[in-house]
C-alpha cells in the first residue's frame, strides 16, 4: 500500500537526550515536511524539503535538525537543545500534480520527555 | 507573516445538523487546503481549493480568494465527523490555522 509511514508512534526520552523520529513515503512524492503540535493548537512548520539533499527551515526549526538523503526518507532529530520538546510530532509529503500541492499526512509520533 | 483564523473555535452538533466552518487569511495564499483530524491524531486532506468551490458527498469547500476567506460546510452531520478542522495555505511554508474542534451528538 502506497502511505507515510512514522516510527514509533510513542517515544520516551529523558532530558538531555537527542532522539531521531522516522517518518518514510512510498508516494514517490518529492517534497516533504516535519510538523509540531502542542495539545489544543495548530500545526507549526519546523523543517520542510523540495527535493533531495535540500532542506528549508520552518517557523520552529531552533533545536532541531533534518536530513533527505534519500527521496522516501525525511527524519527529524530532536536535539538536547529544544527546551520544549514534549509534542505530537507528524510527517507529511506532497506533489505538484496538475496544479494541486495536496499534502498527505504519516499517523505521527508522540514524544514524552520525561 | 500570514495570520489565519478560524471560527468558531468549538461547535456541538446533534447529529444530522448541517454547519459552516469558516476561515480568514490575513493576506492572500495558495495552496489552500481543508484537513480533518481525527481523535487519534490522523489527519486526512478534504479539499485543495485555492479557488471556487468543490464538493465530495456531504462536505463542500468554498474559497473566495479576492476576499482571502474559505468556507467548509458538513451538510447532515454524523458522529464520524467529529474531531478538529483545520485550514491551511501558504505553499512549502505552510501556515495552519487553530481549528475548529467539532462534536456531533448522537
Known amino acids: 500500500d502506497g502511505g507515510i509511514t512514522q516510527s514509533p508512534k510513542y517515544l520516551f526520552r529523558k532530558e538531555g537526550q537527542n532522539v531521531t523520529l522516522s517518518c518514510e513515503q512510498n508516494?514517490?512524492?518529492?517534497?516533504m515536511y516535519w510538523y509540531r503540535q502542542d495539545p489544543g493548537q495548530g500545526l507549526r512548520l519546523i523543517y520542510y524539503?523540495?527535493?533531495?539533499?535540500?532542506?528549508q527551515k520552518g517557523d520552529i526549526a531552533e533545536g532541531y535538525s533534518v536530513s533527505r538523503e534519500k527521496k522516501e526518507s525525511f527524519p527529524l532529530t530532536v536535539t538536547s537543545a529544544q527546551k520544549n520538546p514534549t509534542a505530537f510530532y507528524l510527517c507529511?509529503?506532497?506533489?505538484?500534480?496538475?496544479?494541486?500541492?495536496?499534502?498527505?499526512f504519516g499517523p505521527g509520533t508522540r514524544l514524552t520527555v520525561l | 507573516g500570514i495570520q489565519v483564523e478560524q471560527s468558531p473555535p468549538d461547535l456541538i452538533l446533534q447529529e444530522g445538523a448541517n454547519s459552516t466552518l469558516r476561515c480568514n487569511f490575513s493576506d492572500s495564499v495558495n495552496n489552500l487546503q481543508w484537513f480533518h483530524q481525527n481523535p487519534w491524531g490522523q489527519l486526512i486532506n478534504l479539499f485543495y481549493i485555492p479557488s471556487g468551490t468543490k464538493q465530495n458527498g456531504r462536505l463542500s469547500a468554498t474559497t473566495v480568494a479576492t476576499e482571502r476567506y474559505s468556507l467548509l460546510y458538513i451538510s447532515s452531520s454524523q458522529t464520524t465527523d467529529s474531531g478538529v478542522y483545520f485550514c491551511?495555505?501558504?505553499?512549502?511554508?505552510?501556515?495552519f490555522g487553530a481549528g475548529t474542534r467539532l462534536f456531533v451528538k448522537a
Open positions: 524539503s523540495q527535493i533531495v539533499n535540500d532542506f
Open positions: 491551511a495555505g501558504g505553499g512549502f511554508k505552510t501556515i
Open positions: 508516494l514517490n512524492h518529492d517534497a
Open positions: 507529511a509529503s506532497s506533489i505538484r500534480d496538475r496544479g494541486t500541492d495536496t499534502q498527505y
